[in-house]
């Protein structure tokens, strides 16, 4: 197996999502699968080869220094599932 | 056993960019909670962000201020984690190719230069503001979010740990905030959090290498609370090695009103920020061209300048030290020059009177209420013997508080100095006439004896008789 | 023949020519919606009122004997991860269940500079992950030639629609594949630009650097039509592309002798339903008779292609998709503090396989497994786009299937996504080269499924694949063709 319980709750905990103990196993197996086809990548000797993060080659796209209008507030906070004075709302902050 | 503290910076700066640093929003300090944003800094879906050129190019010119080298080739990245002053829930900042890396800058401490490494300088964006209902964070119920300065342009400048006091540290970071003042990429507003530094200590024994455990003090801002949370950081982790305990690797808060640093109940190893490459901004490529013009433009810097005005004025080392360790003192030392006024004059003006006024009052040199001109002036009525040192201590107090000009104070104040030969005379009759044991010790060979008298002539002047001409005239009158 | 039955530019004849009002066509494509839309459930959102209103706006102009351009007036839809300011963008996910844009997407301000008829938004796999649309949090959606059957996705609703004249023209996105496998399994024309041909400003980011939008059509003239008003370099997507974007219209031409067009061999693999590779041999042949010239290649990465896109889609995606945390909008599940509000939020709100994307991605990039899996698949991606580098120095375009088989029975592929991924092993590796691709109708199945194939072009050659579709279909009637549905005839 190459994802361990362990594994995916840490994982689950990165994501933040719940991954309750008896979904687990659906979700190992899942992976497992799915890591296991991709496992044909390391046939691939790829030691001299760049990674390829943008699909162009493109440069030193720039935006002048420009003051554009921003949002007016009740716009920004149309879509808020909590608000208050201006202000975005949410639950308690424990620091983590 | 005897421990050596280890101590590393990350200070951030934020950039005085007209806009942020992936949108057109206003970086404007102060504005009403929510008003400078917009669907990019939002974090809305769909929305890309767009790079404002000027940070780039203010990212490259403290690069080259601070000797680094400019990676021709750079990137953003994504540094992803959870927090809801960050609305995408990761910082687009720069992970294995920043703009600049590999620099150093020189630092004083008690008379002895020393080099502090630089490791990098990145580019990121600043977070977002979170307001708790509470006291502290802890006994909140909620927390109210404010998105202004969400995206506003920081630059990460990340030294190696070759600090071993807060001294040192403290001569850093101020080195950091002349040179940023300098190449006016910042504001560098300490009180409005334009810089504020992540302090790292450790402890190992003295004359060892290996780096002990370090702790982690976030978001200090005043170079006063940068001293007391190291001095009281190394003195706990003393302690605690002392007592045989260990370090726990952790961060800490630093609070001023105590003067501690608590721990923050960390997980510091949960942190995995999954690194990767920002797939909506294209790398930034700089020619060597490109980085000649910005060269070309940074003005002169702390080091050169200060060597400028040993060299040109015959200024010390320390008082040339004083003078550029910020661009508005340097400023003010340039425009008093200009005056006309003798520059070791305007060192030791400024040096003396006038920083311990400022410094008594808290006023920032760009603020003095006595104006380079305004000094510069006053110098010129001592090199003209006008008034003479002494006296200009009088006139320069009036000046804090009167805007008129030294000259004017200098009339209206009665305070021009007697250079009559007559006059002084007759006062010099006197003290002779009423000083007969002065005159004898004199006169028995006591040639120190004319201080005294010279005294008396002053006095009876109210300071006000020019003291070369007393000099010469009291020992031409003794004999 | 009903109006809804026409591709746009014959409407647009027919409205320059006055012989029908753009409110008559929009209400015979509104009647068409209410007599076949319960069964192929295209849509999320229908903006009835708006559309009746901008035909009636249009109609106004063109009686005052003003001009109209292409799309003016003709009904259209978009899939619903394209941000429509003042219109519900769901991503079809239950997290941004009322989630009112406040700003359009840079295609909508184009499209809309138009004058078109907007009809809603449409059906996707949420936040177009998937290749069926069963992944919709609403609904699935149906193939409009057989209703048991999956339209294909993520842009099921995109497809569907026009395949059954519930809109004349649609907007859809590819990230790999999304827009050609559902034009395929639909009988109509699905076009994914070349990466950055078209902004990506107010597409709701799935793979950052894999997705696209494009259109979806009746026919390759229309294709041609709608990118000409779509593409072109956006300030605000610094990955568009600065390219000129020259007139596609230019390229429907009837020509192509002398086209070298290459068959990939690691294309047509074991497992393909033989029906759909007879169609395709059988558009070979036709290419031959019309004086193309057909060269066999080799793109010999292929088989790892599916493997990199499955590593580096989610693990763009994971990221991506960590601003619905009910901070700031979208839903919210509360909870009793912050971090067990966003997991609630999140749990609660994604489906199935976007949470399983999410956990891939995250699992790729996390310390540990960095180089084995995201770094690797980045490397990958090199040599694919290598392979098709190689290949473009012997061949004009490559021809290809887009999907193995025809569409598949809804919850045929239920609890097996490995089987699901793999089913797009034609389409992904141009998204990892950024190449443009159009699916067209070629065949029907014995049992009536529409079949398609893929035309790729070099990077930012989408002229070369359009002459080479309409050349095509003019030999052709699949596009004329429409599927029997409730209300038809």
Redesign the interface.
């Known amino acids: 197996m190459k994802v361990t319980k362990e594994d995916l709750q840490n994982v689950a905990v990165l994501s933040r999502l719940a991954i309750p103990a008896d979904q687990e196993e659906k979700y190992i197996g899942q992976m497992d699968k799915i890591l296991t086809y991709m496992d044909n990548l390391a046939e691939l000797d790829t030691e001299n080869v760049k990674p390829t993060t943008y699909a162009l080659p493109m440069q030193n796209v720039f935006r002048k220094d420009e003051v554009k209008e921003s949002l007016d507030r009740e716009a920004a906070l149309a879509n808020a599932p909590l608000k208050e004075d201006g202000y975005f709302k949410v639950p308690k902050v424990l620091e983590d | 056993m005897k421990y050596e503290a280890v101590i590393g910076l990350e200070i951030h700066c934020e950039l005085k960019t007209k806009t942020k640093i992936f949108c057109g929003c206003a970086t404007e300090f102060g504005a009403d909670q929510n008003t400078h944003v917009c669907p990019v800094c939002l974090g809305m879906p769909g929305v890309l962000p767009t790079v404002n050129q000027r940070v780039v190019e203010f990212g490259i010119k403290a690069g080259l201020a601070t000797n680094c080298e400019i990676n021709k080739y750079s990137k953003f990245d994504r540094k992803n984690y959870y927090y809801p002053d960050l609305p995408k829930n990761w910082q687009t900042s720069q992970y294995d190719l920043p703009i600049a890396e590999h620099g150093w800058v020189d630092i004083d401490v008690n008379g002895e230069k020393k080099r502090i490494r630089l490791t990098r300088i990145h580019m990121e964006e600043d977070a977002g503001k979170l307001v708790h209902s509470g006291t502290t964070i802890k006994d909140s119920n909620s927390s109210n979010v404010d998105y202004n300065r969400t995206g506003v342009p920081l630059l990460e400048i990340v030294s190696e740990p070759d600090m071993s006091s807060a001294e040192e540290a403290r001569a850093y970071m101020e080195k950091i905030k002349a040179i940023m003042e300098y190449i006016d990429v910042s504001n560098c507003r300490m009180e409005e959090g334009n810089l504020r530094a992540d302090i790292n200590v450790s402890l190992r024994p003295v004359g060892t290498k290996e780096l002990g455990t370090r702790t982690e003090m976030k978001n200090i801002n005043s170079f006063k609370n940068l001293e007391d949370a190291i001095n009281y950081e190394i003195e706990r982790q003393t302690e605690v090695l002392e007592d045989g305990g260990h370090i726990v690797q952790e961060t800490r808060t630093y609070d001023p009103a105590r003067g501690i640093t608590l721990s923050m109940r960390s997980k510091e190893n949960a942190h995995d920020y999954r690194y990767m490459p920002e797939p909506d901004l294209p790398p930034i490529v700089t020619s060597e061209e490109t980085i000649e013009k910005y060269r070309s433009e940074l003005p002169e810097l702390p080091d050169a300048r200060r060597a400028r005005l040993e060299e040109e004025f015959g200024l010390s080392d320390y008082d040339a030290g004083i003078i550029t360790s910020s661009r508005a003192m340097a400023e003010y030392f340039d425009a008093v020059v200009a005056t006309g006024a003798d520059a070791k004059l305007a060192a030791n003006w400024m040096m003396g009177d006038l920083l311990k006024n400022l410094n008594d009052e808290g006023i920032d040199i760009s603020k003095s209420p006595v104006e380079a001109q305004r000094l510069g002036e006053m110098i010129q009525l001592i090199m003209k013997d006008t008034i003479s040192g002494k006296i200009a201590k009088k006139v320069f107090k009036e000046m804090w508080t009167n805007t008129d000009s030294p000259e004017k104070i200098v009339k209206d104040k009665g305070l021009v100095q007697i250079t009559d030969t007559k006059a002084i005379e007759g006062i010099v009759d006197e003290v002779i006439a009423n000083n007969q044991k002065a005159v004898d010790d004199y006169k028995g060979g006591n040639k120190k004896a004319i201080g005294a008298l010279v005294g008396q002539v002053m006095k009876a002047s109210k300071g006000k008789a020019n003291p070369q001409m007393v000099n010469k005239l009291l020992a031409e009158k003794l004999g | 023949m009903r109006l809804y039955e026409k591709p746009a530019h014959v409407l647009h004849d027919m409205l320059v020519n006055k012989e029908i009002t753009s409110v008559e066509l929009t209400e015979d494509v509104l009647a068409r919606i209410d007599e076949v839309e319960g069964d192929v459930k295209a849509y999320l959102t229908i903006t009835r009122d708006e559309a009746l209103a901008q035909a009636k706006a249009v109609d106004e102009k063109i009686a005052n004997g003003e001009t109209i351009s292409f799309l003016e007036g003709i009904p259209g839809a978009i899939k619903d991860?394209?941000?429509t300011k003042g219109i519900k963008?769901t991503?079809a996910s239950k997290i941004?269940e009322?989630?009112?844009?406040?700003?359009d997407?840079t295609v909508m301000t184009k499209i809309k500079a138009e004058n078109p008829v907007i009809l809603g938004k449409l059906n996707m796999d949420e936040f177009a992950m998937g290749g069926s649309t069963e992944n919709s949090a609403y609904h699935p959606t149906c193939n409009p030639w057989n209703t048991e059957c999956v339209p294909g996705g993520s842009s099921g609703g995109s497809a569907a629609s026009v395949a059954a004249g519930t809109a004349i023209w649609s907007l859809g996105s590819d990230t790999g594949g999304s827009i050609r496998q559902p034009a395929s399994f639909c009988g109509v024309v699905g076009l994914k630009p070349?990466?950055?041909r078209v902004s990506?400003?107010?597409?709701?980011?799935y793979g950052?650097?894999?997705d696209q939008i494009g259109p979806v059509t009746r026919d390759v003239t229309d294709c041609a039509n709608i990118l000409n008003i779509i593409a072109g370099h956006d300030?605000?997507?610094?990955?568009s592309?600065v390219a000129e974007v020259p007139d596609f219209t230019k390229a429907l031409v009837e020509d192509v002798k002398g086209l070298k067009i290459g068959l990939p061999k690691e294309y047509f693999v074991k497992g393909m339903d033989p029906e759909v590779e007879k169609a395709i041999r059988t558009a070979i042949e036709t290419y031959k008779e019309m004086g193309a010239e057909i060269v066999e290649i080799s793109l010999p990465?292929t088989?790892?292609a599916?493997?990199?896109y499955?590593?580096i889609a989610p693990?763009?995606a994971?990221?991506n998709l960590?601003?619905y945390?009910?901070?700031?909008?979208?839903?919210?599940v509360?909870?009793?503090?912050?971090?067990?509000?966003?997991?609630?939020t999140?749990?609660e709100k994604?489906g199935e396989e976007v949470?399983?994307r999410?956990?891939?991605g995250?699992?790729a990039?996390?310390?540990g497994y960095?180089d084995?899996?995201?770094?690797?698949?980045?490397?990958?991606?090199?040599?694919v786009?290598e392979d098709y580098a190689k290949a473009f120095e012997q061949v004009d375009v490559i021809l290809a299937p887009v999907a193995p088989t025809t569409a598949f029975k809804i919850g045929e592929m239920a609890g097996a996504?490995?089987q699901m991924?793999l089913q797009d092993a034609c389409t992904v590796p141009l998204?990892?080269?950024?190449l443009p691709g159009i699916s067209i109708p070629c065949g029907m199945s014995s049992k009536g499924m529409p079949i398609g194939m893929q035309l790729i072009g070099k990077?930012l050659d989408e002229e070369t694949i359009i002459r080479a579709a309409y050349t095509y279909e003019q030999s052709q009637d699949y596009h004329t063709k429409m599927p029997q549905l409730g209300g038809n005839n």
Not at chain 3, 235 to 239: E, F, I, L, R
């Open positions: 991860n394209i941000c963008t991503c941004l009322n989630f009112v844009p406040p700003y997407a070349t990466y950055g990506r400003y107010g597409l709701v980011a950052s650097s894999l300030d605000m997507d610094s990955t592309s990465h088989d790892y599916i493997s990199a499955y590593l693990a763009e994971a990221t960590q601003r945390d009910g901070v700031s909008y979208g839903e919210r509360d909870g009793e503090d912050l971090v067990s509000m966003m997991t609630n999140r749990t994604f949470k399983r999410i956990v891939i995250n699992y990039l996390s310390a960095y084995a899996y995201y770094l690797k698949a980045m490397k990958v991606r090199t040599l786009a996504p490995l991924y998204n990892l080269a950024g990077a």
